[in-house]
């Protein structure tokens, strides 16, 4: 049985950074897919957490497809993932992002079964970028607070 995610003091409690960054990843999944019923609502915690998520899923996808798996099973995720990026510090990577974006967005009709191989060089880039998940950990760990239950920061 699928229990409920719950972000607040205890919970968080003596977690380490990259376990904190998976607490919020499984909460942000659960509301992105309502698993719960529960869908993000329009206040600033839960677009922080949907912002972060989806830096998550970009770069989940990205390593394991490239940007190409990324837009096409994400393309609602893109402006979230920008504005993570943003909120995290990753400069390098939204100006990579912002570069595929304008390529998906100006030859997306060209490929819409098959693979842009005008991608493939950013995707190698951004293999060879820092690590986004420590950047993200980090800001998660540091923001913690930002990402309890809506009945926790009230």
Not at 24 to 42: H, I, M, Q, R, S
Not at 59 to 85: C, P, S
């Amino acid at each position: 049985m699928e229990r409920k995610i719950h972000i607040n003091q205890d919970t968080t409690a003596n977690l380490s950074n990259e376990k904190l960054d998976e607490l919020v990843f499984n909460k942000a999944n659960e509301k992105y897919y309502e698993t719960f019923g529960e869908p993000f609502l329009e206040n600033p915690n839960d677009i922080l957490m949907l912002q972060i998520f989806s830096c998550c899923v970009l770069d989940f996808e990205v390593r394991n497809g490239g940007f190409d798996q990324f837009f096409l099973n994400n393309e609602n995720l893109i402006d979230f993932a920008l504005a993570g990026l943003q909120k995290i510090g990753a400069a390098e990577h939204i100006n990579l992002l912002r570069a595929a974006t304008k390529i998906y967005s100006e030859q997306k009709n060209q490929f819409k079964d098959g693979r842009n191989l005008n991608l493939y060089e950013l995707d190698e880039k951004y293999y060879t970028l820092t690590d986004v998940s420590e950047i993200r950990q980090k800001f998660v760990a540091a923001n913690i607070e930002k990402f309890y239950d809506e009945k926790s920061y009230r």
